[in-house]
């Protein structure tokens, strides 16, 4: 199913630090594998993420987080996404996450966590991975 | 009815955003979703937004879809960017200076790659906004690609179209481009506050001057690929001609939004004038029937064209056996054509 179209993915810089280089620069390597990006720029709020995901009916969520905001921006985004229908659209997360922080991430729904090391080829592969997975058991 | 396609009508906002993908993809269920929505088009106000790169479309887009709701006026948006040639992917970001509108659950936004299509939208745009304007949007507004070449593609399915300049983009007179001023039906000068404001639009209105008030048909047609020519039409059947209002704008601010939207009014009264719209739809559909009519056949002709076929007959050209056009005849001789059944 998601071999005959590119992956859609929204990629969302929530809270208040005003550098986005790092969300550029995944949006970049996300065009370069094929995706198509919708990037919505700084200063998101959980409800514009989610607004936006939804219009956009994009198949996966990426946020970059540099300010350590985390634990206060994503378990607010998902619960919005939750509650607007988008239960089964995955969260991802690129950023300085603490260990610990990463676990209850984890159990709160959120599918992926990379950090600034990460490579952007482990990070397309992924997106793809769990595209695949997603569409494997949604109905066309 | 289609389940998805009963969702849009009761303004279901993520089944709509789930049957654009669907008509995006032209996945199954898209022509059934379009089948049963399509007697619920034809209320939406559909206006085209064109102009090179940068010139503040989208900003402009932002500011007017301001404007219209303190009219209590639904807005759709559809913003089409450029696929990367290289990657197939895209970057959207027509958002990024939309984000005024968030939160207003009487407009929706929607962005759509080009996925190889020229002119400056994508195959699917024309669906796109049927579906949007099915949907129950008063103003379906659709952002091109900023090209600055030949995006009169937007003057085939808009109403309404805005060319969006800026000053320093527009005051060499070479550099505007007679095809998108003709396709023109409102030439915005955004960006009033930089310098240079003045040449450009008096660069514009020699240029409309000059130009004779060349109708939309022949600029559609003769930049378009349809098989044959539309009717170009008369003075005496399309009185009285519009002529391009010049409005200019400071996006960013606000200014000069309420004359543009008295400019889009104005032109949209006319189009309700002795039936200016219905013709005008008549052109465009004409239009769309011969491209699709051109696709299928095509699809279907090469259903009977091995690959093997083609690569014999482009060995000879390549020879000089043949030249590509008797190469054509041959493939067509060789389908009798005319009876050729799924
Ligand atoms: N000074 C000034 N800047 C403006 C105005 N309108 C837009 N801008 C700025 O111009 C830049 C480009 O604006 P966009 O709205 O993204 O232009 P666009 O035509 O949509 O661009 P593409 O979609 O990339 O073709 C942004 O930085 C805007 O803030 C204006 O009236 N005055
Ligand atoms: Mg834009």
Same mark, same amino acid.
């Given at each position: 199913m998601s071999s005959d179209r590119p992956i859609r993915v929204l990629i969302g810089k929530p809270g208040l630090d005003g550098h986005d280089r790092g969300a550029k620069v995944i949006a970049r390597a996300l065009r370069d594998a094929g995706m198509e990006?919708?990037?919505?720029?700084?200063?998101?709020?959980?409800?514009?993420?989610?607004?936006?995901?939804?219009?956009?009916?994009?198949? =996966?969520?990426?946020?970059?987080?540099?300010s350590g905001a985390h634990m206060a921006l994503v378990p607010r985004i998902r619960e919005v996404m939750d509650s607007s229908g988008l239960k089964d659209v995955p969260l991802i997360i690129g950023g300085i996450i603490p260990d610990a922080d990463k676990q209850v991430l984890e159990t709160i729904g959120v599918s992926g966590i990379f950090g600034p090391g990460a490579n952007t080829e482990e990070i397309t592969g992924f997106i793809r991975s769990l595209v695949a997975a997603r569409d494997q058991d949604r109905p066309a | 009815m289609s389940a998805l396609a009963t969702q849009v009508l009761q303004g279901d906002r993520r089944a709509l955003a789930r049957l654009l993908t669907i008509v995006e993809n032209a996945r199954e269920g898209s022509?059934?979703?379009?089948?049963?929505?399509?007697?619920?088009?034809?209320?939406?106000?559909?206006?085209?937004?064109?102009?090179?790169?940068?010139?503040?479309?989208?900003?402009?887009?932002?500011?007017?879809?301001?404007?219209?709701?303190?009219?209590?006026?639904?807005?759709? =948006?559809?913003?089409?960017?450029?696929?990367?040639?290289?990657?197939?992917?895209? =970057?959207?970001?027509?958002?990024?200076?939309?984000?005024d509108l968030a939160g207003d659950t009487g407009v929706f936004i929607r962005?759509?790659?080009?996925?190889?299509?020229?002119?400056?939208?994508?195959?699917?745009?024309?669906?796109?906004?049927?579906l949007l304007d099915a949907a129950g949007y008063d103003h379906v507004l659709v952002e091109t690609v900023g090209a600055?070449?030949?995006?009169?593609? =937007?003057?085939?399915?808009?109403?309404?179209?805005?060319?969006?300049?800026?000053?320093?983009?527009?005051?060499?007179?070479?550099?505007?481009?007679?095809?998108?001023?003709?396709?023109?039906?409102?030439?915005?000068?955004?960006?009033?506050?930089?310098?240079?404001?003045?040449?450009?639009?008096?660069?514009?209105?020699?240029?409309?001057?000059?130009?004779?008030?060349?109708?939309?048909?022949?600029?559609?047609?003769?930049?378009?690929?349809?098989?044959?020519?539309?009717?170009?039409?008369s003075a005496s059947d399309d009185q009285p001609l519009w002529m391009p209002i010049i409005v200019q704008t400071v996006a960013t601010e606000g200014r000069g939004i309420e004359a543009l939207l008295d400019a889009i009014r104005a032109h949209r009264a006319h189009l309700h004038l002795d039936g200016h719209l219905q013709r005008l739809e008549h052109r465009q559909l004409e239009i769309e029937l011969q491209e699709r009519l051109r696709d299928a056949l095509l699809a279907r002709l090469l259903e009977h064209v091995s690959a093997q076929d083609m690569s014999v007959l482009i060995e000879r050209i390549q020879q000089r056996r043949l030249t590509p056009n008797q190469a054509v005849e041959t493939m067509l001789a060789g389908l009798r054509f005319g009876q050729f059944e799924d």
């Open positions: 990006v919708v990037y919505t720029g700084l200063r998101q709020t959980p409800e514009m993420i989610a607004e936006a995901a939804l219009q956009e009916d994009v198949d =996966i969520v990426g946020l970059s987080i540099l | 022509d059934d979703a379009l089948a049963a929505l399509f007697p619920h088009t034809g209320h939406a106000h559909i206006v085209g937004i064109t102009g090179p790169p940068g010139a503040g479309k989208s900003t402009l887009v932002n500011a007017l879809t301001q404007a219209l709701r303190t009219d209590q006026k639904t807005v759709a =948006i559809l913003a089409v960017d450029p696929t990367s040639p290289f990657s197939g992917g895209a =970057i959207l970001g027509d958002r990024i200076r939309m984000r962005s759509m790659a080009t996925r190889g299509s020229l002119g400056g939208l994508a195959r699917a745009s024309r669906d796109a906004v049927r600055g070449q030949n995006e009169v593609e =937007i003057a085939r399915m808009a109403q309404t179209v805005l060319v969006v300049e800026a000053p320093g983009m527009g005051d060499d007179v070479q550099a505007i481009k007679a095809g998108i001023l003709e396709i023109a039906d409102i030439l915005v000068v955004n960006k009033a506050d930089h310098p240079g404001l003045d040449n450009t639009v008096r660069g514009l209105k020699m240029m409309l001057e000059l130009g004779h008030p060349a109708s939309r048909t022949q600029v559609m047609s003769h930049h378009g690929r349809a098989m044959s020519v539309a009717a170009p039409v």
